[in-house]
């Protein structure tokens, strides 16, 4: 049952992977498993190679704790591979209420997060400043178009999934930023072997440097990175708020014109400038689907932990 479920937490990660904008480090930190999601892959380093050697590569796999690996990235991949073209059909065609379900599942994480830290101080509200404005400053960039080169691959899925363990920050957005973001989903929905090949060896590289930083700041300064970290994923906010203008388009990877570079509106301006409905009554509901979700998981986490502690009371 727990791998079942920890299949399931990687399968919303990879979920939200796919939408720029939306980061699957929100849902792992959320879901309650970034620390050990870290902690897993920082013991894939040369001492696992004396494990196997020494113990078998069964206890290697047990060392790095295989099986939990196993299911999370399993999901997240039969998410990407399942879902790409579902979330992109909803993006294209039902944007508003999609947009606002992730608006209000960052902001209920950002409340989340913000309850783990212990007590607050200038420093941590600095950090938190910090957090917030380099992620805005992030979302404010003008994509680039690197060329579609297997080095760029290679470099762009080193980059993505290093954002991609980091609540708050879009792996998805930053390829979209690179200008890779067509040719990878495309690649996604195509099964394009040599192209995926190249970016999760790209992957590879940067989850097994990166985790290393991110875990020891974890382990060392817990509070302080992680009210960074939810400065991160406030400065987010404005990347996904819902009603927005487009100012100019680019021509992706099936030759169609989508939006490049877009400017927030309010609702009531939306209407006035597009000439479209704003949706708001599905946008609240949307909005208040994604607390609901956060707020369910929060109360799934308390339950559960409350459990096991009087199941180690009892034995």
């Known amino acids: 049952m727990n791998y079942l479920l920890t299949y399931l937490k990687g399968m919303a990660m990879g979920a939200a992977d796919v939408v720029p904008g939306v980061s699957g480090g929100t849902i792992a930190f959320i879901t309650g498993i970034l620390d ?37 990235f399993g999901g997240i991949l039969t998410s990407i591979f399942s879902l790409s073209k579902l979330i992109t059909y909803l993006l294209e065609t039902h944007p508003i209420p999609v947009w606002s379900f992730f608006f209000g599942l960052i902001l209920i ?91 999760a060896s790209g992957c590879i590289f940067g989850l097994l440097t990166f985790s290393h930083l991110l875990s020891a700041l974890l382990r060392k300064f817990h509070d302080g990175t992680l009210i960074f970290l939810t400065g991160l994923m406030l ?3 404005g990347k996904i708020w819902p009603w927005k203008e487009v100012l100019t388009w680019r021509t992706n990877s099936s030759g169609q014109q989508v939006p490049l570079l877009e400017q ?38 308390a339950r559960n932990g409350m459990a096991n502690v009087n199941q180690d009371k009892k034995g």
């Open 109 to 199: 994480s950002v409340v989340h997060m913000l309850k783990q830290v212990k007590g607050f101080s200038f420093i941590r509200l600095v950090l938190f400043a910090l957090g917030t404005v380099f992620a805005w400053g992030i979302t404010m960039l003008s994509p680039i178009a690197l060329e579609m080169t297997y080095l760029n691959i290679f470099i762009g899925g080193s980059i993505a999934i290093c954002a991609m363990l980091l609540p708050g920050i879009s792996g998805s957005f930053i390829l979209l930023l690179l200008g890779l973001y067509p040719s990878v989903l495309a690649a996604a929905k195509n099964f394009d072997i040599t192209i995926l090949a190249i970016f």
């Open 235 to 237: 400065g987010t906010l």
């Open 36 to 72: 050990t999601l870290l902690e897993s892959i920082r013991r894939i380093n040369p001492k696992l190679i004396s494990v196997i050697r020494e113990q078998g590569v069964k206890q290697a796999f047990e060392y790095i704790n295989g099986p939990f690996l196993v299911c999370v």
């Open 264 to 301: 927030n509106l309010s609702p009531l301006q939306f209407e006035q400038i597009t000439g479209q409905p704003a949706h708001i009554a599905w946008a609240v509901a949307a909005l208040i689907c994604g607390v609901a979700l956060v707020w369910g998981l929060e109360l799934f986490a």
